[in-house]
């Protein structure tokens, strides 16, 4: 017969088992915080959100279409006119019931500076639509340019 002193075999034993009380303690801190940030995250100022689709543009006879070269040239449905006439000419536009939509097609070597007189134009003018015509298939950029 064999005596033990100072305790059981069992007591000297490894414990295998996970002592999970820790994690559990760590994850209700980090759920509490989780709680108490979260309406803090989500109250925002409310804004009503543009949504984007792309939409064919329909060709009316009434519509405008406004070109600009890149060295600045402005044609009013395939005619050249001068960007100080433009102005005039669509505030007579612009009375017309139902008002023609503007659309403009700018060269995408011109300068901002002549597509933007043509926009100041049309908003001086009381234009009410202005719109772009793009280029939907644009592969590649000119060097220089990203996105």
């Known amino acids: 017969m064999g005596m033990s002193v100072g305790g059981s075999d069992e007591e000297d034993a490894v414990n295998s088992t996970i002592n999970t009380t820790p994690l559990v303690d760590v994850m209700l801190v980090l759920l509490i915080i989780f709680l108490i940030t979260i309406p803090v995250v989500t109250k925002t100022i409310e804004l009503k959100l543009p949504t984007i689709s792309n939409e064919v543009t329909e060709t009316k ?8 070269t890149k060295d600045g040239k402005t044609y009013w449905n395939q005619t050249l006119i001068r960007i100080d006439g433009l102005q005039a000419r669509l505030a007579q536009s612009a009375v017309i019931v139902p008002q023609p939509e503007v659309h ?17 134009s049309a908003g001086r003018a009381g234009i009410l639509k202005v719109g772009f015509i793009t280029d939907p298939e644009l592969r590649a950029l000119p060097p220089g340019m990203s996105f």
Do not use: K, Q, S, T
């Open 61 to 68: 006879p009434e519509n405008i279409v406004i070109e600009v």
């Open 104 to 120: 403009i097609r700018g060269d995408i070597d011109a300068r901002f500076e002549f597509i933007g007189r043509v926009v100041a």
